[in-house]
């Protein structure tokens, strides 16, 4: 139980253009989603947090009009990383709430040319 | 006060040896502590986790030790194997509220064969 999956697990965009990853929890619902940026050997940073039906919290310094966060219902939330650059390539990370345990996606690599 | 502070950042471990990973935290606050792994290219994968009501949890090979009182808490891989070489990661939260993450900085452990 507690399976969470992410889509695609990679992605390749030209830089200008927009690119959303999904994250889904397969058997169970959650109200709280968290997105994450990692980058190579470093830790987890918290971008947001997803709650279905209102809008993302998101972490300082985090730009909400460049990260969208729709969290449309209780098993899945979209990440749109708009008008992407290339500092935007990083590996993506959802995680979905689940009786106060956090379960993780397996992860997005995102590659912006 | 929100962080979490991991040492060491990287380990090497003969097989069969003992991988002890350490963190400490500032906010008493903190009622729920996990350990999550993460192989290269994936997302962290739940572990183990402890609550400050009691000081130590064992699961198979895994243990933790939680010091309530120095705000401290460890990771002890029994019978370390080449298998278990992965970056690890503590993390803290509190139960109530939005159950968001403090992550530590991550410990690479590297088991010799």
């Known amino acids: 139980g507690a399976v969470v999956s992410q889509h695609p697990s990679r992605v390749i965009c030209k830089s200008g253009t927009s690119v959303k990853i999904e994250c889904r929890s397969l058997?169970?619902?959650?109200?709280?989603m968290f997105w994450y940026r990692q980058f190579p050997k470093q830790s987890l940073m918290l971008m947001a947090t997803?709650?279905?039906?209102?809008?993302?919290?998101?972490e300082q310094g985090v730009e909400k009009d460049k990260f969208l966060i729709n969290h449309a219902s209780l098993t899945l939330s979209t990440l749109t990383v708009t008008s992407a650059h290339p500092e935007d390539s990083s590996f993506y990370i959802c995680?979905?709430?689940?009786?106060?345990?956090?379960?993780f996606g397996p992860g997005t690599r995102l590659t912006v040319t | 006060q929100q962080q979490v502070k991991q040492s060491p950042q990287s380990l090497i471990v003969q097989k069969g040896g003992i991988s002890i990973i350490n963190c400490a935290y500032e906010?008493?606050?903190?009622?729920?502590f996990p350990w999550y792994q993460q192989f290269p290219g994936k997302g962290p994968a739940l572990l183990i986790a402890?609550?400050?009501?009691?000081s130590e949890k064992k699961e198979g090979r895994f243990t933790i030790s939680f010091n309530k009182s120095a705000k401290q808490f460890s990771l002890h891989i029994m019978d370390s194997q080449p298998g278990d070489s992965a970056t690890y990661f503590c993390?803290?939260?509190?139960?109530?509220?939005?159950?968001?993450?403090?992550f530590g900085t991550g410990t690479r452990l590297k088991v010799l064969a």
């Open positions: 058997d169970f619902q959650a109200t709280t």
């Open positions: 402890i609550r400050p009501d009691v």
């Open positions: 995680s979905a709430e689940g009786q106060g345990l956090q379960y």
């Open positions: 993390a803290a939260s509190m139960a109530s509220g939005t159950y968001k993450y403090i």
């Open positions: 906010n008493t606050a903190f009622d729920y």
């Open positions: 997803s709650n279905e039906g209102s809008k993302a919290t998101y």
